[in-house]
């Protein structure tokens, strides 16, 4: 339904999702995260003031935790085009990316706010020859960039050139790369950051290693579903390595990819655990699901999501995302309709209720009306959804 009137949340939903969470020496005053989204507006690898000023609002919306969109790690090949996004990517390292973040942080915090950094490596996503260093070949585990006849988004010009196979990745680049992501998740503890997080979802670099359909190595980093997470395993090792044991890493992952959306890691909750359960014993804190609706089941035995099942299966705490207050999931190749706001918080709560997952991850959401959560605990209106908010300025 439209939002023509206030949204009138429940006593449960303001208890629920209005209390406070800690991991580790992270302390969020509620539960509602805003999910990392990049805006590709951070012209030569540098944040400006008007991305402290986006996440500022944000914190003064009330959102209880900001995640920073994709910030690239300290790797050449982390960086370029991707779909249909001209390369403006954040970076992690450099002395004028790090001044740029320490004023996000700073800013962030003196609004009361807790924020961690996502790094994100493209991977097989990059068209190669573009981003900061053209130069490099992209990052692939196995020289490819995964299968070209499955539903997707990307316009199929952009996926014939994605599609030229490239030089699989030696065991020393592979290494280097876990390197630079350690260097720069040790740049965000430096800067303050309170925590980080690790794109592993949606077919880029981690994902790839993760998925069959991009992972054919068959040496150490490859073979069969849990051996496929050994990159990722290694990545979360080296990160906290890096940053120590008070700030918590996040891990965000995904089933589908935009090489096919409806790829899949697993299609039973004991494949799902040959993924997560390595990656949890690895020191994953929190695990960030990628989804396209919260209230969709995963597996057609239960009703629980992905972040449900993560959770069930590992023991730790998850995150769900996915059409909250919005009727249309991003990406869903199952329903084309323009996004509207709605109040859908009745079913996201009675799934928190029941300690189906511990945090609500909010993207598009946010994105249209920064007082988002704000409106959520008062019961105010949403605003109606302006799909002018998914690009441009950052808002």
Not at 151 to 165: D, M, Q, S
Not at 181 to 195: E, I, K, V, W
């Amino acid at each position: 339904m439209k939002v023509d009137r206030p949204v009138k949340p429940q006593a449960s939903i303001s208890a629920g999702f209005f209390q406070p969470l800690s991991v580790r020496g992270l302390t969020m005053a509620n539960r509602i995260v805003m999910a990392p989204m990049n805006r590709m507006a951070a012209p030569n690898g540098v944040p400006g003031e008007d991305i402290a000023q986006y996440y500022r609002r944000r914190v003064d919306g009330e959102v209880g935790l900001v995640e920073t969109g994709g910030i690239a790690p300290d790797h050449p090949a982390a960086t370029g085009v991707y779909v249909d996004r001209p390369c403006a990517m954040p970076e992690l390292h450099g002395a004028a990316a790090l001044a740029g973040w320490q004023r996000v942080v700073d800013l962030a915090h003196a609004g009361g706010g807790k924020i961690v950094a996502q790094l994100w490596h493209l991977g097989p996503m990059r068209l190669p020859g573009t981003g900061y260093h053209p130069e490099v070949p992209s990052a692939r585990p196995s020289g490819i960039y995964g299968p070209t006849d499955r539903p997707t988004h990307i316009a199929p010009a952009i996926v014939e050139r994605l599609a030229v196979p490239g030089p699989p990745l030696t065991d020393a680049e592979i290494l280097e790369i876990i390197e630079g992501f350690a260097r720069s998740a040790r740049n965000a503890a430096a800067l303050g950051f309170d925590g980080i997080n690790i794109h592993g979802a949606l077919g880029y670099l981690v994902d790839s290693f993760l998925w069959e359909e991009t992972n054919r190595r068959t040496d150490r980093w490859g073979g069969n579903r849990r051996e496929r997470t050994r990159f990722a395993v290694e990545l979360v090792r080296a990160v906290r390595r890096a940053i120590g044991e008070q700030r918590p890493i996040f891990f965000r992952f995904s089933q589908w990819k935009h090489q096919d959306a409806y790829g899949k890691l697993a299609t039973t909750p004991a494949e799902l655990e040959e993924v997560v359960g390595p990656l949890a014993d690895a020191g994953v804190d929190v695990f960030d699901t990628n989804e396209y609706d919260f209230d969709r089941p995963t597996f057609p035995e239960s009703p629980l999501n992905l972040a449900g099942w993560t959770k069930k299966l590992t023991g730790r705490l998850a995150a769900t995302v996915g059409a909250v207050g919005l009727s249309v999931g991003q990406n869903d190749p199952d329903n084309h309709a323009a996004p509207e706001a709605i109040d859908n918080l009745g079913p996201l709560a009675a799934r928190f209720e029941r300690g189906e997952f511990d945090l609500i991850a909010v993207g598009r959401s946010l994105l249209n009306d920064p007082a988002w959560t704000r409106k959520v605990r008062l019961g105010e209106p949403f605003e109606p959804f302006d799909p002018d908010s998914l690009r441009g300025a950052p808002r």
